[in-house]
Every structure is written in C-alpha cells, then in structure tokens.
Nanobody, 126 residues
Framework: VQLQASGGGLVQAGGSLRLACATS????????IGWFRQAPGKEREGVSC????????GYADSVKGRFTISRDNTKSTVYLQMNSLKPDDTAVYYC????????????????????WGRGTQVTVSS
C-alpha cells in the first residue's frame, strides 16, 4: 500500500490547513488510517485516526476541537482539517494505513499501522 501525504505548508498561528492522504490502493476502505506527526527532537506521536467506514474517530488531546479527520473511500483519500493552528503543531505529518480488517476500530499507536507514507511539513509561525 503506497500512501502520499500532501497539503502541508507555512501558515500563521490561528490559520488552517487541510492535509490529504491519497492512495491508489483499492483496499483502502478496509483499512483504518492514522495521522501522526513528528517534531524535531521528539517522538512520533499519534494525532488522529479513523476507522474503515468512519464509524470511529480518535484525536489526541492536544488537537481535539481543532482538527477533524474524514475520509472519502470513493476517492481513496483521507483528510485532516487543521484549524486554529498553533506553533506547537509544527511538525512533519505522516499518514499510515493498518492491515485490512472488518472491524470499526482505529488506533493512534504506531505499532497498529503497517504502511506509512512520506511526510508533509507543517510549519506554524507565531
């Protein structure tokens, strides 16, 4: 499964960005998807996740109320809408896909994901 994250950029604090995670893989609608981020000198952390049919979603406490995850399985794309961005959101953002499943679970643990895309840089200036 090849994933491509896009949509990063430079934005001022308080601004918005929408990240997209696209794949040509036709099994995406059987996979939970997670968004992770890694800031310089820090561990990669889970930001958000979405189950295969969008039934369940998860958010890190630091982004709740500001970020929204969604997916369009007809386009094999998962989105992360990021509003009210803060300098602390500056990081490289990665999307990841889990193994195929019939469940509606998703996780923000790195070990739950088998396939990773290249990251996209998000920089929030103060």
């Amino acid at each position: 499964v090849q994933l491509q994250a896009s949509g990063g950029g430079l934005v001022q604090a308080g601004g918005s960005l929408r990240l997209a995670c696209a794949t040509s893989d036709r099994t995406l609608d059987y996979r939970a998807i997670g968004w992770f981020r890694q800031a310089p000198g820090k561990e990669r952390e889970g930001v958000s996740c979405i189950s295969r049919s969008s039934t369940n979603k998860g958010y890190a406490d630091s982004v709740k109320g500001r970020f929204t995850i969604s997916r369009d399985n007809t386009k094999s794309t998962v989105y992360l809408q990021m509003n009210s961005l803060k300098p602390d959101d500056t990081a490289v953002y990665y999307c990841a896909a889990a193994q195929m499943t019939l469940t509606q679970r998703c996780s923000m643990e790195r070990d739950s994901y088998s396939y990773w895309g290249r990251g996209t840089q998000v920089t929030v200036s103060s």
